[in-house]
């Protein structure tokens, strides 16, 4: 073979090559936008949701840190100062006048003040926060235990998930951030309902005055600012159906990876 | 590699000499398939973790990120004049990446993104997709693996083609030198890997591989909560995410180099080698097309 037909050869070759690669990519992007391929891709978190679990048992707990390894620098994620009027006057109040209400597939739906969550059996934990985005802080936590809450309103039988639904509004038209936990987390000794951080009163950035600790999770279960517990046998009626805010946008709602 | 060899005679039209060649049967069924296999999952794991990265551009190391001191990050600056620029600082160290890294896109608009749209998957920036694509295929990735890790510890694959040889050690200078000169085994030595491709395959296959899939796991909350070892291997969650990152670009650099090897020892052969199983001993080099 001559070399100019090599070279057209090559130069064939070479075009064929990125038509395929563009081709490849464009119809990847195709995919990503395919309900029913989506659907096949989402098996993986139901794969990783049993594996996970199973391999490491119920009672795994999250490693703990000392003193020591705290972040000097703990960046608040999501929302930082809740732009809605009502949680704005119960912060100039000092939350004096914030209840928790319990409630749903519950035995006694109960409204809690802090200073009666702070009577409850409390658990302090120096623990890592891992965002979804990719980056971890350090800080340390202290709330009152769920299970504890849970025994004070005696769940239900059918309940499956709390869902928490919280005070900051994530779009203009006022719809506010919610999660879900499985009641294997909820129940877990390091899921807690977190009053104080790094020693001090929870501040807003963090999620004030109460925000969940869900230890095996990434950052964006443990929900902030939270104002309703419910305790439920089903989300599909709930927002988006998909059991919290970011899954609603397509986030796993098992997030242990 | 199996020692099965087939005598081909064939008459090349034009051509009044008929002559034999050696084919062995090289590659496995098994071999075969989890290497395609491979090759579509490692494309869409190495797209969609930049696409993961893209959505915090900054590695560390330790349990958390220290923002002031990462060991590499990406991001866009805007000078004096307002002209935008990208911006990768590695070890403290500055440099101009406009176009590629940091700040990217066509003529008319740039937009600030560590990864450029064609590396990563989905091409805009969608973690949440991004994630999807990557767990997905990475348990495509594992299962395939431990198929051909299985197939390769029963059948003696790894032991009988991969382990060298005093021989192949004592001539380790020699191997270098003919790479070098891009000189290629011809005949009886190319039936067996020669003793660098035996060495990368080893260090692919049980350092490389295994590594990336650990440090992946380590990032795992859950999984750091049953095996705390596991992160402390690494030295931290953040540790474990730097070490993730730079497997891939090492087994990117693994691919490049393969495939630059593949198509300087004859592409045709190579490719028919791992999609039939044959393998032409007297045609290394030869670009017969």
């Known amino acids: ?257 | 590699m199996a020692s099965r060899v087939r005598q081909s005679g064939r008459n090349e039209a034009g051509s009044s000499e008929s002559f034999r060649r050696d084919r062995v049967y090289r590659h496995s069924v098994l071999v075969r398939a989890t290497h395609w296999i491979n090759l579509v999952c490692m494309t869409v794991l190495l797209m969609s973790g930049l696409q993961i990265f893209n959505a915090h551009p900054a590695l560390y190391w330790g349990d958390r990120s220290d923002f002031d001191s990462p060991i590499l990050a990406i991001g866009a600056e805007r000078d004096a004049a307002g002209q935008g620029a990208g911006v990768t600082t590695v070890l403290g160290r500055t440099f101009d990446t406009t176009g590629v890294l940091g700040l990217s896109g066509g003529a008319d608009i740039q937009e600030p993104r560590a990864f450029p749209a064609w590396a990563t998957l989905p091409s805009s920036q969608w973690l949440a997709m991004g994630r999807r694509w990557h767990f997905f295929f990475a348990w495509i990735f594992v299962v395939n693996g431990a198929a051909y890790l299985l197939y390769g510890l029963a059948r003696g694959h790894f032991r009988r083609d991969f382990l060298p040889s005093g021989w192949d050690l004592r001539h380790i200078g020699r191997s270098v030198w003919d790479h070098l000169r891009l000189r290629f085994p011809r005949g009886e030595e190319a039936k067996r890997y020669n003793v660098l491709q035996k060495i990368t395959y080893l260090a692919v296959v049980f350092v490389l591989v295994p590594l990336i899939v650990l440090a992946g796991l380590s990032m795992s909350p859950r999984i750091d909560a049953g095996f705390p070892w596991l992160p402390a291997l690494f030295g931290g969650r953040q540790s474990a995410r730097t070490v993730h990152f730079v497997c891939a670009f090492a087994l990117l650099g693994f691919v490049a180099v393969h495939i630059v090897m593949v198509l300087l020892s004859g592409v045709w052969n190579n490719m028919r080698a791992m999609i039939t199983g044959w393998y032409d001993l007297g045609d290394p080099g030869g670009d017969r097309g």
Request: glycine letters at 10%; hydrophobic letters at 35%; charged letters at 25%.
């Open chain 1, 1 to 257: 073979m001559d070399d100019s037909r090599r070279l057209a050869r090559r130069r064939f070759l070479g075009g064929a090559a990125s038509g395929v690669a563009a081709l490849l990519l464009g119809g990847c992007d195709k995919l990503s936008e395919s309900a029913p391929f989506v659907r096949v891709l989402d098996s993986a978190e139901a794969v990783s949701k049993y594996v996970q679990r199973a391999i490491t048992g119920r009672q795994a707990t999250a490693a703990e840190f000392t003193e020591a390894d705290l972040s000097p620098a703990f960046r608040s994620n999501g929302t930082h100062d809740p732009d809605d009027a009502g949680y704005q006057a119960l912060a100039r109040n000092g939350f004096a006048d914030w209840r928790l209400d319990v409630g749903g597939l519950v035995e006694r739906p109960t409204q809690f003040s802090l200073a009666e969550l702070r009577a409850l059996p409390s658990r302090t934990q120096i623990t890592r926060h891992d965002c979804v985005e990719g980056r971890s802080c350090i800080g340390k936590w202290k709330g009152v235990r769920l299970s504890a809450v849970f025994d004070q309103v005696g769940v239900r039988s059918g309940a499956r998930y709390a869902m928490f639904f919280c005070a900051d509004p994530m779009d203009p038209f006022g719809n506010k951030y919610y999660e879900s936990a499985d009641l294997e987390d909820a129940y877990h000794p390091q899921t807690i309902l977190a009053y104080e951080m790094n020693d001090r009163t929870l501040p807003i950035p963090y999620g004030a005055p109460l925000r969940l600790r869900n230890e095996r999770q990434l950052g964006y279960k443990m929900a902030k600012y939270i104002m309703r517990i419910e305790l439920v046998d089903s989300f599909a009626r709930i927002g988006g159906g998909r059991g919290g805010y970011w899954e609603d946008q397509g986030y796993e709602r098992y997030a242990g990876i």
